[in-house]
């Protein structure tokens, strides 16, 4: 795999680097992949959490895109925040004259502390225009429920909305459990065809900021370096446990996953036999 592989990160700003597009570049940053950048909305996030969210002007939003496109294509691509109904069309545009580059979709559709990430017609943006181009759909448990529109929180509800949303255009679907209850957190990978269990023991452990992040935004940097999309979460998925069992409490006070690089190595050298 060539260390030279790019992957185009289109999401929100965090001021307290913790989450959104800083997490996503520190992610692919670790896998050794240059992250191209959009920014589609501004947070002010500190200790007490977030203050003020501002979505980016539609027409700003489109000139990065076309900037960070100008010479060639990433060799994968993540969305995450986009703030309004005129972005989301934007970036569907911007993703459709990519053609066959993968894409991510992190739908970060629920509020955080009472402000809004995706307004209610960006929401129906986002199902009607990005949710079929999605390569890999990475949602937690309230996120999968508000998009099927119906609750999951048993095993078989998970299975059912990870085919529903496939049957929506989704080429696949990771439903991550980390918000569900039970000894075990277990991830669920569905490819249309296939159901695969990611599971763990769950561990008590501080609440962090920016794990669905990395997780997300792993995946896409695999997917740039040409693993195949089981490798890539599974890849991912390694690194991020690796990751929270030594988080970071950084001078604010907020957790995040520890440090990503080490995460990486140690999982290439046991994915090598090392």
Do not use: W
């Not at 998009?147 to 085919?163: D, I, N, Y």
């Not at 459990?177 to 277990?186: L, M, Q, T, V």
């Amino acid at each position: 795999m060539s260390g030279s592989a790019t992957a185009l990160v289109i999401a929100g700003s965090d001021s307290s680097g913790c989450a959104g597009l800083q997490a996503d570049l520190r992610a692919l940053d670790a896998l050794g992949v240059h992250g191209l950048s959009v920014v589609t909305l501004v947070t002010a996030r500190g200790r007490k959490g977030v203050k003020k969210v501002d979505p980016l002007r539609s027409e700003l939003v489109r000139a990065q895109l076309a900037a960070a496109t100008d010479t060639t294509l990433p060799g994968a691509v993540k969305v995450g925040a986009l703030g309004n109904a005129a972005v989301v069309e934007i970036v569907a545009d911007a993703l459709r004259g990519m053609g066959a580059v993968p894409v991510v979709l992190d739908p970060v559709i629920t509020p955080i502390q009472g402000r809004t990430l995706l307004d209610d017609s960006g929401f129906a943006a986002l199902m009607r225009e990005l949710v079929p181009l999605a390569g890999l759909l990475v949602p937690n448990r309230e996120e999968a429920g508000k998009l099927v529109g119906k609750p999951v929180s048993t095993a078989r509800q998970v299975k059912a909305a990870c085919q529903a949303l496939v049957a929506m255009g989704a080429r696949a679907v990771l439903l991550k459990g980390g918000h569900f209850e039970g000894s075990d957190c277990i991830d669920v990978l569905y490819d249309g065809s296939d159901f695969v269990e990611l599971r763990v023991a769950r561990r008590p452990l501080p609440p962090m900021l920016g794990l669905g992040c990395a997780l997300s935004a792993l995946i896409t940097g695999e997917l740039a370096l040409g693993a195949p999309l089981l490798e890539a979460v599974a890849r991912a998925h390694a690194v991020v446990q690796r990751a929270v069992t030594c988080p970071r409490v950084l001078a604010n006070g907020i957790a995040v996953p520890g440090d990503l690089r080490v995460a990486v190595s140690a999982m290439r050298s046991e994915a090598s036999g090392d």
